[in-house]
């Protein structure tokens, strides 16, 4: 016992030190969940096997070890909390109570009855490899249980009787697993009720052990009642959460759809139309996939359609996070109308996984075994670049080298990828990996990603290349206000350097459902809460504002909104959004000229395209209808913000006044198809593109917006019309060119229509 303390607090001593290790968190709770209950097995079963006691003291002696280095791990993660801060102490003890608290005691027992039949080996060389490999028996079946789920099934997340709770994507911050971590532990209390019976009813003999009546045939059955309720709770685990299987996750769905290639598994929320939308669209952007590789993907892809991001998290444990299995051929993404913002990224791993290695099809060291995310993430960004980006790769990678902020390659193609921010990783390896497909082609690109070593496929290691790589980009031209985009963007520390992220994250969160609901006193407790963890967080900073706006104190919130405009140590797009949301009051007060006076200074310093878009539609109204229409849109009223049922009335006076004016068209075209009506936004769109729009932005978004609803529609006619519009545009940006034709593919209507004559354009004009 005294050598397993020992062990104990030099291990949760060390991995203390890590970042967001240090005090009590689910980090915390997972690495004490993998510690302990190695430790006391193997601690109990040398305990046992020495002094051979009956099972019932063997039993006892269990509880008391695994409690003691439970509890002492515990105080070590305190002791942290004292050194590093604490962010959420009693969350952060119910995880350890509920996780590898139960899970040592269970490991303990196992333990005590490894030491007990080791008892009987007399050389004391096998009783030796019978302790350790017995008492490592278990926590490591168990791993590989929770393996074998997340291979053989879309579940990422896990429940282990020993280590407790594994959430899966690291990109999920926000985690509420304590009610399902309850019912779970409520099969372990069960078990170990089961085991104690057991052991009063087991005595050591001169000839082995041997079963005891004790008479209390009441207590006995109590006791085979625990047993086979915890069978019952670990059979019907995935009606509690505690797993999933592909059957339980049909099921749960409801419904099946399928195109040419893709197999689509649905939610019963999602309109069949949208599914069979989906579906169509999946097959295109495998397509394109394998357009991009020069390689044929698997014949068919299985895509699971979820309603929403709670009923993804619950049923395979990805909220957010978007996820692909290239060796299931599967891919695990939310419902977002037509075109889908990520299926083509994650049909990308899919189809990289034809030429991926190992078990998982994917890259990396060892066969795969290791992953590199690098590779990995790298492959599927620069495939499927995001269609909504105002910028190219290059120009994102080129703000980064100005910032002095691109970070050397070989810490992207490793597992360092994750010490990055997000945002900076997957765009340093999306854009390397296109720059390697430019530069070497597809195959390269495919040799790579299966382990070929890049001096075998180019004749040049990663350094050169990357000296090659920053060469190109110095060529790449960016306008300043894209660099202040770019700090906005890559300017954040990475999750393991951001002090309390799942707590701030949470508290956010609440912060913001409280204040959507007017509950201002308490939205305003939470920010200051993520400010007392998190004090340079700008969203809250901006949440507190928005408190004094809800609560009707428009100069508490001219004076919030015009200190934060003037904070020297805001980015200065965050100071621009404290001057748009200054303008945002005026024009909902009606000083039309204040408001344009704003929007025009937030205008000069920004450069994406969808915002200078809605700037434009702000500073449009030169009467009270169209201010109207845009504050009830846009803005909304002071309480309950932003009404497009309000709207939709409002701009349909405005068009009826103003017959020869687009936008009202344009703007309920754009709602209505965000909405689900796709044919009555084709038809307002059409009636914006046939009037007057002053904005060319908005020009250009109603024709891509049309283009849209004319692939979602199969009207391949219109589809076709405002493609051709979009390629004679000469002011179409690079990137926004680029998902033009990307669209256009995927709708199958780009040999249509003639291509535009080539522009002098170049890399990055805006």
Same mark, same amino acid.
């Given at each position: 016992?005294?050598?397993?303390?020992?062990?104990?607090?030099?291990?949760?001593?060390?991995?203390?030190?890590?970042?967001?290790?240090?005090?009590?968190?689910?980090?915390?709770?997972?690495?004490?969940?993998?510690?302990?209950?190695?430790?006391?097995?193997?601690?109990?079963?040398?305990?046992?096997?020495?002094?051979?006691?009956?099972?019932?003291?063997?039993?006892?002696?269990?509880?008391?070890?695994?409690?003691?280095?439970?509890?002492?791990?515990?105080?070590?993660?305190?002791?942290?909390? *004292? /050194?590093? !801060?604490?962010?959420?102490?009693?969350?952060? &003890?119910? =995880?350890? %109570? $509920? #996780?590898?608290?139960?899970?040592?005691?269970?490991?303990?027992?196992?333990?005590?009855?490894?030491?007990?039949?080791?008892?009987?080996?007399?050389?004391?060389?096998?009783?030796?490899?019978?302790?350790?490999?017995?008492?490592?028996?278990?926590?490591?079946?168990?791993?590989?249980?929770?393996?074998?789920?997340?291979?053989?099934?879309?579940?990422?997340?896990?429940?282990?009787?020993?280590?407790?709770?594994?959430?899966?994507?690291?990109?999920?911050?926000?985690?509420?697993?304590?009610?399902?971590?309850?019912?779970?532990?409520?099969?372990?209390?069960?078990?170990?009720?089961?085991?104690?019976?057991?052991?009063?009813?087991?005595?050591?003999?001169?000839?082995?052990?041997?079963? *005891? /009546?004790? !008479?209390?045939?009441?207590?006995?059955?109590? &006791?085979? =009642?625990? %047993? $086979? #309720?915890?069978?019952?709770?670990?059979?019907?685990?995935?009606?509690?959460?505690?797993?999933?299987?592909?059957?339980?996750?049909?099921?749960?769905?409801?419904?099946?759809?399928?195109?040419?290639?893709?197999?689509?598994?649905?939610?019963?929320?999602?309109?069949?139309?949208?599914?069979?939308?989906?579906?169509?669209?999946?097959?295109?952007?495998?397509?394109?996939?394998?357009?991009?590789?020069?390689?044929?993907?698997?014949?068919?892809?299985?895509?699971?359609?979820?309603?929403?991001?709670?009923?993804?998290?619950?049923?395979?444990?990805?909220?957010?996070?978007?996820?692909?299995?290239?060796?299931?051929?599967?891919?695990?993404?939310?419902?977002?109308?037509?075109?889908?913002? *990520?299926?083509?990224?994650?049909?990308?791993?899919?189809?990289?996984?034809?030429?991926?290695?190992?078990?998982?099809?994917?890259?990396?060291?060892?066969?795969?075994?290791?992953?590199?995310?690098?590779?990995?993430?790298?492959?599927?960004?620069?495939?499927?670049?995001?269609?909504?980006?105002?910028?190219?790769?290059?120009?994102?990678?080129?703000?980064?080298?100005?910032?002095?902020?691109?970070?050397?390659?070989?810490?992207?193609?490793?597992?360092?990828?994750?010490?990055?921010?997000?945002?900076?990783?997957?765009?340093?390896?999306?854009?390397?990996?296109?720059?390697?497909?430019?530069?070497?082609?597809?195959?390269?690109?495919?040799?790579?990603?299966?382990?070929?070593?890049?001096?075998?496929?180019?004749?040049?290691?990663?350094?050169?290349?990357?000296?090659?790589?920053?060469?190109?980009?110095?060529?790449?031209?960016?306008?300043?206000?894209?660099?202040?985009?770019?700090?906005?963007?890559?300017?954040?520390?990475?999750?393991?350097?951001?002090?309390?992220?799942?707590?701030?994250?949470?508290?956010?969160?609440?912060?913001?459902?409280?204040?959507?609901?007017?509950?201002?006193?308490?939205?305003?407790?939470?920010?200051?809460?993520?400010?007392?963890?998190?004090?340079?967080?700008?969203?809250?900073?901006?949440?507190?504002?928005?408190?004094?706006?809800?609560?009707?104190?428009?100069?508490?919130?001219?004076?919030?909104?015009?200190?934060?405009?003037?904070?020297?140590?805001?980015?200065?797009?965050?100071?621009?959004?404290?001057?748009?949301?200054?303008?945002?009051?005026?024009?909902?007060?009606?000083?039309?000229?204040?408001?344009?006076?704003?929007?025009?200074?937030?205008?000069?310093?920004?450069?994406?395209?969808?915002?200078?878009?809605?700037?434009?539609?702000?500073?449009?109204?030169?009467?009270?209808?169209?201010?109207?229409?845009?504050?009830?849109?846009?803005?909304?009223?002071?309480?309950?913000?932003?009404?497009?049922?309000?709207?939709?009335?409002?701009?349909?006076?405005?068009?009826?006044?103003?017959?020869?004016?687009?936008?009202?068209?344009?703007?309920?075209?754009?709602?209505?198809?965000?909405?689900?009506?796709?044919?009555?936004?084709?038809?307002?769109?059409?009636?914006?593109?046939?009037?007057?729009?002053?904005?060319?932005?908005?020009?250009?978004?109603?024709?891509?917006?049309?283009?849209?609803?004319?692939?979602?529609?199969?009207?391949?006619?219109?589809?076709?019309?405002?493609?051709?519009?979009?390629?004679?545009?000469?002011?179409?940006?690079?990137?926004?060119?680029?998902?033009?034709?990307?669209?256009?593919?995927?709708?199958?209507?780009?040999?249509?229509?003639?291509?535009?004559?080539?522009?002098?354009?170049?890399?990055?004009?805006?």
């Amino acid at each position: 016992m005294r050598i397993a303390s020992v062990i104990c607090a030099l291990a949760f001593t060390a991995f203390g030190f890590i970042p967001q290790f240090g005090g009590p968190g689910y980090e915390s709770a997972l690495a004490a969940g993998l510690v302990l209950p190695s430790l006391c097995a193997l601690a109990l079963a040398c305990e046992v096997s020495a002094r051979t006691p009956q099972p019932r003291q063997a039993f006892g002696r269990a509880l008391t070890i695994s409690a003691w280095l439970a509890a002492l791990g515990c105080l070590i993660v305190l002791l942290h909390g *004292v /050194r590093v !801060g604490f962010c959420d102490v009693l969350w952060g &003890l119910e =995880l350890y %109570a $509920l #996780g590898p608290l139960p899970g040592a005691v269970l490991a303990g027992v196992w333990g005590a009855a490894v030491g007990l039949l080791a008892a009987r080996v007399r050389s004391r060389a096998r009783r030796r490899v019978w302790l350790v490999a017995g008492s490592f028996a278990a926590p490591f079946a168990g791993v590989l249980v929770s393996f074998a789920r997340f291979y053989t099934s879309p579940m990422v997340f896990a429940f282990d009787p020993f280590f407790g709770y594994f959430s899966g994507p690291l990109y999920d911050t926000v985690l509420d697993p304590v009610g399902t971590l309850l019912t779970y532990r409520a099969g372990t209390a069960l078990t170990l009720l089961a085991l104690a019976g057991l052991s009063e009813h087991v005595r050591r003999g001169e000839h082995g052990f041997v079963w *005891v /009546r004790l !008479g209390r045939p009441g207590w006995t059955a109590l &006791l085979g =009642l625990c %047993a $086979l #309720g915890s069978v019952a709770l670990t059979l019907s685990g995935s009606s509690f959460g505690h797993y999933s299987t592909a059957s339980s996750i049909v099921a749960s769905l409801g419904q099946r759809v399928s195109a040419k290639r893709c197999d689509v598994v649905y939610s019963s929320a999602i309109p069949a139309s949208e599914a069979q939308l989906f579906a169509r669209d999946c097959d295109a952007e495998l397509a394109e996939a394998e357009r991009y590789f020069a390689t044929r993907g698997p014949e068919h892809v299985r895509a699971y359609l979820f309603a929403n991001e709670a009923e993804k998290g619950r049923l395979m444990g990805a909220s957010s996070t978007y996820i692909a299995k290239p060796w299931r051929r599967e891919i695990y993404v939310q419902y977002a109308p037509y075109p889908h913002p *990520v299926v083509g990224h994650e049909l990308a791993h899919v189809v990289a996984g034809s030429f991926g290695v190992g078990p998982f099809r994917v890259s990396g060291p060892l066969g795969g075994l290791i992953p590199d995310p690098g590779r990995i993430e790298g492959v599927a960004v620069a495939a499927s670049p995001g269609d909504a980006d105002d910028f190219t790769l290059e120009q994102w990678a080129r703000t980064l080298l100005d910032l002095e902020l691109l970070p050397p390659l070989a810490s992207v193609f490793r597992l360092g990828f994750l010490g990055q921010n997000s945002a900076t990783a997957y765009t340093v390896a999306g854009a390397f990996v296109s720059f390697l497909h430019e530069r070497f082609g597809a195959v390269a690109v495919r040799r790579w990603y299966g382990g070929d070593e890049l001096s075998a496929i180019t004749g040049r290691d990663l350094a050169a290349l990357e000296r090659e790589w920053r060469s190109s980009l110095s060529t790449v031209k960016v306008s300043e206000a894209l660099l202040h985009e770019a700090r906005v963007r890559f300017d954040r520390p990475a999750l393991f350097g951001r002090p309390c992220p799942r707590i701030v994250d949470r508290l956010e969160g609440v912060a913001n459902q409280k204040l959507a609901a007017l509950d201002t006193s308490g939205a305003r407790a939470a920010f200051d809460g993520v400010l007392r963890l998190e004090p340079h967080n700008v969203a809250a900073r901006f949440g507190l504002v928005g408190c004094s706006v809800k609560a009707g104190d428009a100069e508490g919130a001219r004076r919030g909104y015009e200190a934060l405009a003037k904070a020297p140590e805001l980015a200065v797009l965050e100071r621009a959004s404290a001057r748009e949301a200054e303008a945002d009051l005026e024009l909902r007060r009606g000083n039309l000229d204040q408001a344009r006076a704003g929007y025009d200074e937030v205008a000069a310093l920004v450069a994406d395209e969808d915002r200078l878009r809605t700037l434009d539609v702000k500073r449009t109204p030169r009467n009270e209808l169209e201010r109207r229409g845009v504050v009830e849109l846009l803005i909304g009223d002071v309480r309950l913000g932003p009404s497009w049922d309000l709207a939709a009335i409002s701009l349909t006076h405005w068009a009826e006044q103003e017959p020869l004016d687009g936008l009202p068209h344009y703007l309920l075209g754009k709602n209505l198809y965000g909405h689900g009506h796709a044919r009555e936004g084709a038809d307002e769109l059409d009636q914006a593109i046939a009037r007057r729009l002053e904005s060319s932005r908005v020009r250009r978004e109603a024709l891509r917006m049309r283009l849209i609803s004319g692939c979602a529609l199969a009207d391949l006619d219109a589809a076709a019309s405002a493609l051709a519009a979009l390629r004679a545009d000469p002011d179409l940006n690079q990137a926004r060119r680029a998902s033009v034709e990307h669209l256009a593919r995927r709708c199958e209507i780009s040999s249509r229509v003639p291509s535009a004559p080539e522009t002098t354009q170049g890399h990055g004009a805006q």
